[in-house]
């Protein structure tokens, strides 16, 4: 099993519309959670953490549920400027301190007119 | 908003030549990162690296790969004699408990081994 798996993608919708994002993750021990966004042959960017209670940013709504190991996003009122590859991303911090982030493949979302 | 710089941003090599790709973390930044994204597929973790030692390394950080800060400020990674399946987008990434441990990924190394 992916430690880290994700939706197949690409995702294709009209502007305006409500897209979900699902991503499971396979090591209970996991701590933190992450949804990243990735444009073409750029760097990963921090979208938002995950947290237990559900959060939301704008547009963007993130929740975990720790018992099934799912993770989601929801986007509402998609944009054009949306369109990028979203990657569910899980911390597992090994022992000592600092991060150890591993990524699922990423869904990619393309917004039309 | 902070920066990781990485340097270069691209660099063509020939098969079996060593490579040295650079990165200057956040300043007060302590733990330092190299993640490697394959054309087509996902990032990958190679190894991190705290108070001038490796903290944790993944499988593919195998002989062919050292870290290390030698000036205090560059975080360089080596790669000794490449390969072809070298071939990919290198990040540096740093964070600090201090800023909430976001993670700051630099805009990444593109290294094409031919």
């Known amino acids: 099993r992916k430690e880290v798996e994700q939706d197949p993608g690409p995702f294709n919708v009209p502007e305006g519309a409500t897209v979900a994002f699902n991503c499971t993750y396979s090591n209970s021990a996991s701590q933190s959670f992450f949804w990243y966004r990735q444009d073409c042959r750029k760097e990963p960017k921090l979208l938002m953490s995950?947290?237990?209670s559900g959060n939301e940013d704008g547009r963007f709504t993130a929740q975990l549920n720790r018992a099934s190991q799912y993770i989601s996003l929801l986007i509402r009122d998609s944009k054009l400027s949306d369109s990028a590859t979203y990657l569910c991303?899980?911390?597992?911090?090994?022992?000592?301190?600092?991060?150890?982030?591993?990524f699922g493949t990423g869904t990619q979302l393309k917004v039309e007119l | 908003e902070p920066e990781v710089t990485q340097t270069p941003s691209h660099q063509v090599t020939q098969m079996g030549q060593e490579v040295i790709l650079r990165c200057v973390p956040i300043?007060?930044?302590?733990?330092f990162y190299w993640y490697r994204q394959i054309l087509g597929q996902k990032v990958e973790f190679l190894v991190s690296?705290?108070?001038?030692?490796?903290?944790?390394k993944s499988e593919i950080f195998d002989d062919q790969f050292s870290v290390e800060r030698p000036d205090g400020s560059n975080f360089t990674l080596k790669i000794r004699s490449t390969k072809l399946e070298d071939s990919a987008m290198y990040f540096c990434a740093t964070t600090d408990p201090s800023s909430g441990n976001t993670i700051y990924f630099g805009e990444g190394s593109w290294l094409t081994v031919v």
């Open positions: 690296f705290y108070n001038n030692e490796i903290s944790e």
């Open positions: 300043s007060n930044h302590l733990y």
């Open positions: 991303v899980v911390n597992c911090p090994p022992g000592g301190g600092g991060n150890k982030l591993t």
């Open positions: 995950v947290y237990s």
